[in-house]
């Protein structure tokens, strides 16, 4: 069974960069594509929000609200899949989540306030 382990969430400044890591185990992380979603506070679970994905051979596809912003990134070696994140937003605070499959990891906190 797979397990997804996030870190890296925590509060900054507007324009300020973060960059969160999701750490797997139990399976062969390679031939996996790896999301990240996000929840803002006050939504649901159903309404969490697609943020961008890449493939097990590394192509990239992002949310139009991150787009030039966020950049995805995995390294098999470390079976880690990355999210760098630019120029942030308070409309960026939410939970991020990344997930492999049907499987979710448990998420980890931004909240990008002054």
């Known amino acids: 069974q797979v397990q997804l382990v996030e870190s890296g969430g925590c509060l900054v400044q507007p324009g300020g960069s973060l960059r969160l890591s999701c750490a797997a185990s139990?399976?062969?992380?390679?031939?996996?594509?790896m999301g990240w979603y996000r929840q803002a506070p006050g939504k649901q679970r159903e309404q969490r929000e697609w943020v961008a994905t890449i493939t097990n051979e590394g192509n990239t596809n992002y949310a139009d609200s991150v787009k030039g912003r966020f950049t995805i990134s995995r390294d098999n070696a470390k079976n880690t899949v990355y999210l760098q994140m630019n120029s942030l937003k308070p409309e960026d605070t939410a939970t991020y989540y990344c997930?492999?499959?049907?499987?979710w990891g448990q998420g980890t906190q931004v909240t990008v306030s002054s």
């Open positions: 997930k492999s499959g049907l499987t």
């Open positions: 139990g399976r062969i992380f390679s031939i996996y594509a």
